[in-house]
């Protein structure tokens, strides 16, 4: 089994900045790309990043959130700065594990709440 257990989150005021940590444990071979997605109204993408470094960001937050890794730790980091109120939702974190037995799927975090008020 991979678990992947996300930190961070909280209420901030516009203008501020947040930190979201993933950590992801269990059966874990390699993990190719970890990702941000958030959820106001449906599910987005946020940002990506592989094992190489290779980033990709949504035009929304391009600029202003950035995404980063540490593979030794199989973590993932976003520093979400100049926080907008549309940016308010739940942040899930996605990783493509392969598993010591060879198996390779997504695995999701459960959530963490960003609040951001005007």
């Known amino acids: 089994q991979v678990q992947l257990v996300e930190s961070g989150g909280g209420l901030v005021q516009a203008g501020g900045s947040l930190r979201l940590s993933c950590a992801a444990s269990?059966?874990?071979?390699?993990?190719?790309?970890m990702g941000w997605y958030r959820q106001a109204k449906h599910r987005e993408l946020v940002a990506t990043i592989t094992?190489?470094?290779?980033?990709n960001y949504a035009d929304s937050v391009e600029g202003r959130f950035t995404i980063s890794r540490d593979n030794a730790k199989n973590t993932v980091y976003l520093q979400m700065n100049s926080l907008k109120p549309e940016d308010t939702a739940v942040y899930y974190c996605?990783?493509?594990?392969?598993?010591?037995?060879?198996?390779?799927?997504?695995?999701w975090g459960q959530g963490t709440q960003v609040t951001v008020s005007s």
């Open positions: 094992s190489g470094g290779s980033t």
């Open positions: 996605n990783a493509d594990v392969t598993t010591n037995w060879g198996q390779r799927r997504d695995y």
């Open positions: 269990g059966n874990i071979f390699s993990i190719y790309v």
